[in-house]
């Protein structure tokens, strides 16, 4: 039996117009269509095939505000068996290691879990570090950016793909394990999965309940911060080059003074 921690976030849907907040500079998540990030819907996907291919159960985890629990409900309703939500306003603001020690903590929560999955990056951040940062705090070895994973027994063998080609890999569980775009198709929740969902059950907590301190977390103990900000400025019309028998050079010109060649 396979006992596997599935890390959810929900993120601004990104084909929505997404901005920064303009009194703290962090992300406005009430300004655009909050969804479940999709890296994650792979991580709960490879997940569930874990758990069809033998014996197991599903935790998702996450990390967020109230509206956080339409994210959870998706993974539920694609089969996931139950959820953790830590839901703090402490939390506004907070960078990767301080969400990585509060999902430490909620992790520790599920008691005998063998493997944490979790997607490389998240959309809205792109820090692509909590999983390595969570694998330090809990002691565990890690394998990211993972396009093929088997569990035989007590151990993982995945295929991680990079930019220098493919690495074949195995660790010892429990483990963490960070998947990429190539893991799998997510499968699309049935309705009868929608149905089931809705009694399935999310365990609720504050930081306190997981005994973090909220001087570790938030805006104020982040160890980056966005100082400023500005929105996009609006497209331009472009410089359009009538062809006079010169047409060529009107081009190169251009480009030369925009400092592109």
Do not use: C
Not at 59 to 80: E, F, H, N, Q
Not at 133 to 141: D, K, M, Q, S, V
Not at 218 to 241: D, F
């Amino acid at each position: 039996m396979t006992n596997i921690v599935v890390l959810v976030k929900q993120v601004p849907d990104t084909y929505s117009e997404r901005k920064l907040n303009g009194s703290d500079h962090t992300l406005d998540r009430e300004s655009a269509d909050a969804v479940l990030d999709e890296i994650n819907e792979k991580a709960v996907e490879e997940a569930l095939k874990i758990k069809e291919a033998g014996e197991g159960e599903v935790t998702v985890i996450s990390v967020g505000p109230d509206r956080a629990t339409d994210a959870i409900r998706k993974a539920l309703s694609m089969g996931a068996d139950k959820a953790i939500h830590v839901s703090d306003e402490a939390l506004h603001g907070s960078d990767a290691i301080a969400t990585a020690k509060v999902l430490a903590a909620a992790i520790g929560k599920v008691e005998g879990f063998d493997l944490v999955i979790a997607g490389n990056e998240s959309s809205d951040g792109r820090g692509g570090a909590v999983p390595a940062i969570l694998a330090e705090l809990l002691g565990l070895p890690q394998v990211t950016y993972v396009r093929e994973l088997t569990v035989d027994g007590s151990t993982i063998k995945a295929t991680r793909e990079t930019e220098d080609g493919l690495t074949h890999l195995e660790a010892s569980l429990p483990a963490i394990v960070s998947v990429g775009e190539k893991i799998n198709e997510p499968r699309y929740p049935s309705f009868k999965g929608i149905m089931a969902a809705k009694k399935k059950p999310v365990e609720t907590f504050t930081i306190a309940d997981l005994g973090v301190d909220a001087g570790e977390v938030g805006l104020a103990n982040a160890w980056s911060q966005v100082t400023e900000s500005a929105p996009k400025p609006p497209r331009t019309a472009g410089e359009k080059v009538e062809d006079e028998g010169d047409g060529g050079t009107k081009v190169a010109e251009y480009l030369v003074g925009q400092k592109l060649i």
